[in-house]
């Protein structure tokens, strides 16, 4: 069996005013993330462990920020041109799992929501993606509220 895996890892800062999109759903909050796109980390972090799991760069690399085309994107169909790529190396998603890093709002009401908005672009049940949230304990930039943290892991096998 052929079977590969990543991980990704990725940070956005907060400001005052912006929205705040987590594994694609609309957080309420009174910051947001400061991006190019509309800011998703986790879905960033996602995006960078499917890469790895193909040794083909960063999304930074596949979407770059100086680029207009993907000013406002939304990381929902970035993620799906991500899963569009594996499926072109012949590989499908096996499962992901997220963990989000932030001090507020407390995410637990909307993970469920985030595993059934990812598991379709992944093309897989909700069952094989797990998202986990965090809080830093008030350490860190992340613990100040300045921005937030995410790690993922990929893996794909080959069809
Ligand atoms: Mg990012």
């Known amino acids: 069996m052929d079977i590969r895996i990543g991980n990704g890892y ?14 694609g759903v609309k957080i309420p909050s009174e910051k947001g993330f400061v991006a190019h796109s509309d800011g998703d980390v986790a879905i960033h972090a996602l995006c960078d462990a499917l890469l790895g799991c193909l040794a083909l760069g960063d999304i930074g690399h596949l979407f770059p920020d100086t680029s207009d085309e993907w000013k406002g994107a939304d990381s929902k169909d970035l993620l799906a041109r991500v899963v569009a790529i ?3 190396k012949g590989y499908h998603v096996g499962n992901a799992d997220i963990t989000i890093a932030l001090q507020r709002p407390k ?10 908005t990812l598991a379709p672009i992944l093309g ?35 069809e």
Not at 107 to 116: C, D, K, Q
Not at 129 to 149: D, M, P, Y
Request: hydrophobic share 40%.
């Open 10 to 23: 990725d940070v956005h800062a907060l400001e005052n005013g912006l929205e705040m999109w987590l594994g």
């Open 124 to 158: 897989v049940t909700e069952d094989r993606i797990s998202v986990k949230a965090t809080t830093t304990e008030h350490l860190g930039f992340t613990g100040r509220e300045e921005g937030c943290q995410v790690w993922a892991s990929a893996l794909i096998v080959k």
């Open 107 to 116: 995410l637990s009401p909307y993970i469920n929501t985030m595993r059934a």
């Open 86 to 88: 594996v499926r072109e």
